[in-house]
């Protein structure tokens, strides 16, 4: 661990990625994401949540996929159990993202409880791209700070404002948390493995929807992340077969080769 963190400081030297620029760069993405807060307000309140449950749910819960989740199942007729389900399996991947952040940011015993309520996506992202850690402690924190203040007022806003329009619904504003979703992960689907995933799991979701209850499609459509990297796997392992098979040939065809060549020397 020592030699890690001294490599992260001689990688800063040249580096030289200058605090303003963390902190520039963290408040880019506290501001870009915490102006989504406006569309939990908004779908929280479609889902028949009051204010004070919805600012509950962000002040205490902070993760915006699980939260998403949670009002998107409630407002579908599901059951608070299976919705408050979906919305613990969607945040255990926070779990992951602490047991890494943790060794980059060795913060003190005292201050880690306080720090976890903003292991999330985006601060785990800003911190994971510093150099050193001293840069990471920047990004995480202003990253978090921010996110976390401008998340909770949009929130309050975007419930405040449905309730003050009337009926969500029929402006079609229940559509805004899908939205924001799919803007966010579009852009995340580089690879064609991740492609499959994506469009399995609508197909799972969007196809079990008429037979299952309400919230339980979006636990089913999780499968299509197992099923895909299965699949990856075996047509790996197959084309791997193929390749020594192939070589094996190349192999006895080169032996076979130097056995005639070494008949012909002796004739």
């Not at 800063?12 to 989504?36: E, F, I, N, Q, Y």
């Not at 409630?74 to 389900?85: C, K, M, S």
């Not at 850690?133 to 404002?161: C, D, H, K, M």
């Not at 402006?171 to 991740?194: I, N, Q, S, Y």
Request: proline share 4%; hydrophobic share 50%.
């Amino acid at each position: 661990m020592a030699e890690q963190t001294a490599l992260a400081d001689i990688r800063s030297d040249d580096d030289g990625k200058t605090d303003a620029a963390v902190v520039r760069d963290a408040l880019g993405v506290g501001v870009a994401v915490g102006l989504s807060g406006f569309a939990f307000g908004v779908t929280s309140a479609g889902s028949g949540l009051t204010l004070l449950q919805t600012c509950a749910l962000s002040l205490l819960v902070f993760t915006g996929a699980s939260q998403f989740a949670l009002v998107g199942a409630l407002a579908a007729g599901g059951n608070p159990l299976t919705a408050a389900a979906g919305a613990f399996f969607l945040g255990v991947r926070n779990a992951f993202y602490g047991l890494r952040l943790s060794q980059l940011l060795a913060l003190p015993r005292a201050v880690r409880p306080f720090a976890a309520q903003w292991v999330i996506d985006e601060t785990t992202a800003v911190a994971l791209a510093q150099p050193t850690r001293r840069a990471t402690r920047i990004g995480f924190a202003v990253t978090g700070l921010s996110l976390y203040i401008l998340w909770n007022l949009t929130t309050l806003l975007g419930q405040l404002g449905a309730q003050a329009i009337g009926d969500t619904a029929a402006w079609g504003l229940d559509a805004a948390g899908p939205a924001v979703f799919l803007a966010l992960l579009a852009p995340m689907l580089k690879t064609t493995t991740e492609r499959a995933v994506a469009g399995l799991a609508v197909l799972l979701g969007l196809g079990l929807l008429p037979v299952l209850p309400a919230g339980v499609p979006v636990l089913a459509a999780a499968l299509a992340a197992p099923a895909v990297l299965c699949l990856e796997g075996r047509r790996r392992g197959t084309s791997r077969g193929h390749a020594r098979v192939d070589d094996a040939s190349d192999a006895e065809g080169s032996a076979a080769g130097g056995s005639d060549a070494e008949g012909e020397e002796a004739r």
